[in-house]
Structure formats: C-alpha cells, structure tokens
C-alpha cells in the first residue's frame, strides 16, 4: 500500500536561512507527490507537484523539491526562509484511484 | 481565480444531531472530495464522487455519513448523527479530468459537543 512519511514533525529556522522538509513515500510505481501548505486558519494550498516531466520541481514562493527515485524521497527545499513561511506543510502522494494520501505534517516555525 | 468554497466555516453540534456541511467547487471540475483533519492528526481521506456516484470511501466513512451534489453546484456532507469523534475540520476538494491535482477549500471546522 502507499504511505507518505515525513521525517519532522516540527522544523525551526531562523529567517534568511535554508529550509528543508523531508519527505519519503512507499509505493509500487511512481506516483504523483505533491506539497501543500496549510498557515493558521486556511485552507490547503497548492505549493508544487511532480509528475515526471522533471526530477526538479519549482513551486510558489521561492519552494521547490527534488524526486529522487532511488530514496524514494521528494524533499522540499528554499534557500533562505522568510516570516511568512511559518506554517504546516504536507507531502501528498495520489494513489491509483486519485485519492490523496498524506503525510502528518511538518510544522514549520521561522525564528527572526 | 477561481476557488473551492466552504459553508459554514465553524459549525458546533450537539451529539446526536445531523449536520450537513457543505461545498462549492470549482465550476468544471467533475472530480469531488471529502477530507477530514482530527486536531493533531493527519489529514485523512473520506470519499471520493463522480459522475453523481460514490467512487471510493475510506472505512471512516460508515452509514452515518453521506455526500450529494443536489444541484449543478454545491457538494454536500451529511452527518446522521454526529459523535464526539466526529468533531475535526472538514475540507471539500474538487479536481477536472486533466490532471490529478485536487484543489481545497478553506474547510469547515465541526465541533460536537
């Protein structure tokens, strides 16, 4: 069955500094994973998607990630943190019948 | 842009009573979803709908619970007899034939009392 598994519950950075949010899937095949963000009170936003086309990944704000078959990982990565980025953050993997399947969350918080 | 919305945003219930919470999405989107978050918890997968019929629904989705698109619009979720475990947020998500990128609304916080 797939899984989605990230590492970090809770990741803490001061602002202007890198970013990295980990995440590994269990699957048969390779799947689409996507990132959303989720900041106090809101809904889920998309931040990017992998489908194959490239193993490099550009998202929204400055985000992106890499899919690396051989980890199984879709790590997200930005090089310098801003304020604004403190929220949860998930990694998603769509399973064959198009339903999302979640990771817990990483909670990011930006210290300035 | 368009988006998925949500109605109500907070909703609190007694145990036992019926709630319905309900969706607008994304006007040529033909793929609907139900999501639920448990505080703490990750976010889990209810049911899916198309064509005005269940596709999948997970073990969590039982007879108590229940999904409609009554109109050209709106995509509902019933809750028969709400129990103190019911209470989460709920997010609607609509997705088009295209892609498998689902689009969320803000969801609907339910608090059974």
């Known amino acids: 069955a797939q899984s989605v598994t990230q590492l970090d519950s809770h990741v803490s950075v001061s602002e202007g500094t890198p970013v990295l949010l980990r995440c590994n899937y269990s699957?048969?095949?390779?799947?689409?994973l996507f990132w959303y963000v989720q900041h106090p009170n809101k809904g889920l936003q998309l931040l990017l998607k992998?489908?194959?086309?490239?193993?490099l990944v550009k998202g929204i704000n400055g985000f992106e990630a890499e899919f690396k078959k051989s980890e199984t990982s879709f790590h997200l990565t930005k090089p310098s943190a801003h304020m604004s980025d403190a929220a949860e953050y998930f990694c998603?993997?769509?399973?064959?019948?198009?339903?999302?399947?979640f990771g817990t969350g990483t909670r990011l918080k930006v210290l300035a | 842009e368009p988006e998925v919305t949500q109605t109500p945003s907070h909703q609190v219930t007694q145990m036992g009573q019926e709630v319905i919470l309900r969706c607008v999405p994304i006007?040529?989107?033909?793929?609907f979803y139900w999501y639920r978050q448990i505080l703490g918890q990750k976010v889990e997968f209810l049911v899916s709908?198309?064509?005005?019929?269940?596709?999948?629904k997970s073990e969590i989705f039982d007879d108590q619970f229940s999904v409609e698109r009554p109109d050209g619009s709106n995509f509902t979720l019933k809750i028969r007899s709400t129990k103190l475990e019911d209470s989460a947020m709920y997010f609607c998500?609509?997705?088009?034939?295209?892609?498998?990128?689902?689009?969320f609304g803000p969801g609907t916080r339910l608090t059974v009392l």
């Open positions: 998500a609509s997705g088009d034939v295209f892609t498998d990128t689902q689009y």
């Open positions: 699957s048969s095949y390779s799947p689409s």
């Open positions: 992998y489908t194959s086309a490239a193993t």
């Open positions: 998603v993997a769509v399973s064959g019948t198009y339903k999302y399947i």
């Open positions: 006007s040529n989107h033909l793929y």
């Open positions: 709908f198309y064509n005005n019929e269940i596709s999948e």
